[in-house]
Structures are given as structure tokens and as C-alpha cells.
């Protein structure tokens, strides 16, 4: 089976402007996750989708990032304005069901802030 | 926050069995044990997981302690490809919410 897609793979920007990456998950995937990865750490989850409803948001900046998921397969999440901190790679997972499936994990999308 | 505690960085030769422990003392009765590994420039990869029993597929084993509070990951016999950082997570069962902490290095040296 095809797996989770993501583009692009690498992007910079300069600091204060917009940014958007794409994720299109395993078919059939119900849960779409958006992680964020700064170097040297774990992923850390900003946002989970369950078909296209909001599960966690919980530790999404919401004040310059915004994620959505219109028709409960791809999705798109968004940093405007990007800050220097937000240097990092962007993963997108997807699984099954909630409970107890394995994710899938694409190979991210590395921003870069200048 | 759910949270596992790893060692840094492990070693093991080519061909010889790696042994990844993992302490995962404050799980609860309904959540897994999961294990990823990430190589460079990927994203995760999953290996494998389990709630009580131990579990084996082509990839790797997972030993459960009795009382769940550890486990070890085994990967039978070590290729310089599995040089790789390994988490171990334990996730909601409610949520399928995972919390990835810094995870083994792990070198295989031939």
C-alpha cells in the first residue's frame, strides 16, 4: 500500500511570512496526525484529526498555526506568521482507528526560518 | 503526560541480538506499549507493539514485564540498517495519542 504523503520536503521562508504543507494519508485512514519534530527531540503532536473533526488540538499555537481537513482524507496545516522557532520538520501520520493502531508516519516537510 | 525513560545511546554489533530497554512505570492497564524507530532524514517508523504478552513479528520481539511497568525491545540479529534512534511510547487507549520522549540511539558497528 501506498504511504503517507507529504509535500514539499523542504521549504525556507523568512521570518513573519506564511507557510503551508500538505499531507495525504494511507487510504481508508480515518486519524490524520501533524507532528512537529524540532531537532534532536521527539515528535511532539500539534493536532489530531478524526475523519475530518477535531480530536486534540491541545498543543497547536493557535494564534499563527491552523490545520484542517475538509473532506477527511488530505489536509493541510498552515503557520502564519512563522517565527524562528518554528524551525523544525513537520510530520503527518495516519492510522485506522484511535484505539490501538499502529501510525504511519510520512517523512515530513523540514522548514527552515531565516 | 505519559512518559517512558530510555537510555541515550546503546551500541551492538552486526549480526549479534540488540536489547533496547525501556521503564515505562506510570502506564495504565488499558494503554500499549509501541515501539518506533526513526533514521535519518524519515519519519517514524512503527516495529511493533503490545499490551501484556510478548509480542514477535518479522521486524523484532517485545518482552512485557509482569507488571508492564518495562519492556525490551529485541531485534534478533543487528544490520548496520537498524542503526537508528528507537522510541518507546506507551499511547491512550482512548485517544490513540502518542507522547514520543528522546528515544535510544542505537549504532550498529560491523
Known amino acids: 500500500e501506498a504511504g503517507v504523503a507529504q509535500s514539499p520536503r523542504y521549504k525556507i521562508i523568512e521570518k513573519r511570512q506564511s507557510v503551508a504543507f500538505w499531507c495525504n494519508p494511507i487510504?481508508?485512514?480515518?486519524?490524520l496526525y501533524w507532528y512537529q519534530q524540532i531537532l534532536g527531540q521527539g515528535p511532539k503532536l500539534l493536532i489530531q484529526?478524526?475523519?475530518?473533526?477535531?480530536?486534540?488540538d491541545s498543543q497547536l499555537p493557535k494564534d499563527r498555526f491552523s490545520a484542517e481537513r475538509l473532506k477527511g482524507v488530505d489536509s493541510t496545516l498552515k503557520i502564519q506568521p512563522a517565527k524562528l522557532e518554528d524551525s523544525a520538520v513537520y510530520l503527518c501520520?495516519?492510522?485506522?482507528?484511535?484505539?490501538?493502531?499502529?501510525?504511519?508516519f510520512g517523512d515530513g516537510t523540514r522548514l527552515s526560518i531565516l | 503526560d505519559a512518559k517512558t525513560t530510555q537510555p541515550p545511546s546503546m551500541d551492538c554489533a552486526e549480526g549479534r541480538a540488540a536489547n533496547l530497554p525501556c521503564n515505562h512505570s506510570?502506564?495504565?492497564?488499558?494503554?500499549?506499549v509501541y515501539w518506533y524507530r526513526q533514521i535519518h532524514s524519515q519519519g517514524p517508523q512503527y516495529i511493533i507493539h503490545?499490551?501484556?504478552n510478548n509480542e514477535t513479528n518479522e521486524m523484532a520481539s517485545l518482552i512485557i514485564t509482569e507488571d508492564r511497568k518495562s519492556s525490551t525491545l529485541i531485534l534478533p540479529h543487528a544490520t548496520l540498517r537498524d542503526t537508528a534512534v528507537y522510541y518507546c511510547?506507551?499511547?491512550?487507549?482512548?485517544?490513540?495519542?502518542?507522547?514520543f520522549g528522546q528515544g535510544t540511539t542505537l549504532q550498529v558497528k560491523p
Open positions: 501520520a495516519s492510522s485506522l482507528h484511535q484505539r490501538n493502531q499502529p501510525q504511519h
Open positions: 487510504s481508508g485512514h480515518a486519524t
Open positions: 484529526f478524526q475523519n475530518n473533526g477535531v480530536v486534540d
Open positions: 506510570t502506564i495504565s492497564g488499558n494503554e500499549y
Open positions: 503490545g499490551l501484556k
Open positions: 511510547i506507551f499511547g491512550s487507549s482512548n485517544t490513540g495519542k502518542l507522547i
